[in-house]
């Protein structure tokens, strides 16, 4: 995992998709928020939250696979903390609703846990496109347009007030 | 996380340290799964020194719960506050047993 303090984008910290690294992270944002919040409570919050979504990106965008990137950047803006959580995996197409599931499922608590330990969130799938026009020399003024599809990211972003 | 397993009579204990998080439960399960099948259908999960939770470790207990339910058995929880606020968040609180200390879980099986 590193870490790395970038000046106007907060903390950024790194991990690769492995299911042992979700907790360290977790810690490290824990103490991130408690530093900037000086609330318990807040801070608890944050991790839940963040926790709940590293486990999905590594078991459904990454669908378990180790080697991958995990990128969680935390900063601040006025009095809410975003934590941006951002990987390279399979996009979601929609948001699941954050209900609970039956009493006796054992899955699908996820979304209820991040919906009720933030204020806000969001996901966005950027896509990168990049486009170039190759022009020649010749009579008919022929020019290329190559477009290459790069590689998209995904950034759910957890806003929680304090 | 260190999972600690004891008894008391016929009651199986399993103590949680830790944080219980994704990383930790599938070696929770196993051994909880394998105490089920051979105990005498009283268990005790001792989390008050657990730290942590995430909803994988509610997966695992529910697991447990419905493993013990099957067998006509008796699951007792014992939690810490950080335990206890995410097992309420989740509604949880309203199908687990859940006694404050290890002396009561083990006096509430005597009792019945």
Partial sequence: MIATNQKQDGITLKMTSAVEYISPLGEALHALCLYATGSESCALDVQRAAIEALNNVILHAYRNEPGHDITVRCYQENRQLRIEIIDGGISMSFLPQPVLPAFDAENGRGWWIINSCVDDYYYKVVEYIERERVLRPTDSNENVEITLVKP?????????EF | MVINEQKHDDIDIVVLSG??????????????????????????????????IDSSACAVLISAFKGMQLRSGRLILVTSPIVQSLIELTRLHTIFEILPTLPTALDAFSVN
Avoid at chain 2, 22 to 42: C, F, P, T
């Fill in chain 1, 152 to 160: 998209h990211v995904n950034i759910l972003t957890l806003i929680k």
């Fill in chain 2, 19 to 52: 944080r219980f998080v994704m990383a930790d439960s599938q070696d929770v399960r196993e051994r909880l799964k394998s105490l089920i099948d051979e105990g005498k259908g009283k268990l005790v999960i001792d989390m008050e020194k657990v730290s942590f």
